[in-house]
């Protein structure tokens, strides 16, 4: 089964400097997706980006990036420019790419608590 | 266009009560998914629907947790006989078909007292 760690319970930066945040899974499915949504106080789940583990460039949206290491099972989050806005709950998550069964769903780790300091 | 909604956001119960937690996901997507979230914890999966049919119903957690979409657009996730620990936030989300990302709505709380 597959299974998703975030070893950062919580993290904090400073308004305007970058963060990184920590993920690493485990699967012995050659082809998945990852995912980083943010789940700000409102509970509703944003997704902030997407990365299919058959490319090999890294995924970017703007002010995030993530590092893709897909030998060590490793997808990380880096914010640039903090902003306030940026503070919620960030959670890392695996769906397989395989059609029926169970891998329709998101796998989820257990999340970082990102607080911005002005 | 109008993202997925959930109703009610917030409904508290007393053990031994039955609730039923509705979904609407957004118009023209064919997968909708139903996850539970417990409090520190990230969302765990429950069901999937693909259409009106459950194609993977293996998160239920017990026979007291049923689903049904019958029009392949809203569902409604039933809860028999609530227990003090089906109290979670209950998310759904709906995607466009099976590979394609999925978006979430804003969730119900529920407390079961």
């Known amino acids: 089964a597959q299974t998703v760690t975030q070893s950062q319970p919580e993290m904090s930066v400073q308004e305007a400097e970058t963060v990184t945040l920590s993920c690493t899974y485990d699967t012995s499915e050659s082809d998945y997706y990852l995912f980083w949504y943010k789940q700000p106080p409102s509970r509703q789940m944003i997704l902030v980006i997407r990365q299919e583990a058959y490319k090999q460039q890294n995924a970017t949206e703007n002010r995030f990036s993530v590092n893709f290491q897909k030998a060590a099972k490793s997808f990380s989050l880096k914010i640039s420019d903090s902003q306030l806005g940026d503070a919620a709950m960030y959670f890392c998550?695996?769906?397989?790419?395989?059609?029926?069964?169970?891998?329709?769903?998101?796998?989820f780790g257990k999340g970082t608590k990102l607080s911005v300091k002005p | 266009g109008a993202g997925v909604s959930q109703t009610p956001s917030n409904k508290v119960t007393e053990k031994g009560k039955y609730v039923e937690l509705r979904c609407d996901p957004i118009?023209?997507?064919?997968?909708l998914y139903w996850y539970r979230q417990s409090l520190g914890q990230g969302p765990e999966f429950l069901i999937y629907f693909q259409g009106t049919g459950a194609a993977d119903d293996s998160g239920l957690p017990n026979d007291r947790f049923f689903a049904v979409r019958p029009e392949g657009s809203v569902s409604t996730l039933k809860i028999q006989r609530t227990e003090r620990g089906d109290s979670a936030v209950y998310l759904c989300a709906s995607s466009r078909d099976f590979q394609e990302t999925q978006y979430f709505g804003p969730g119900t709380r529920l407390l079961v007292l």
């Open positions: 118009s023209g997507h064919t997968a």
């Open positions: 998550a695996y769906r397989s790419a395989l059609r029926g069964g169970s891998q329709g769903n998101l796998i």
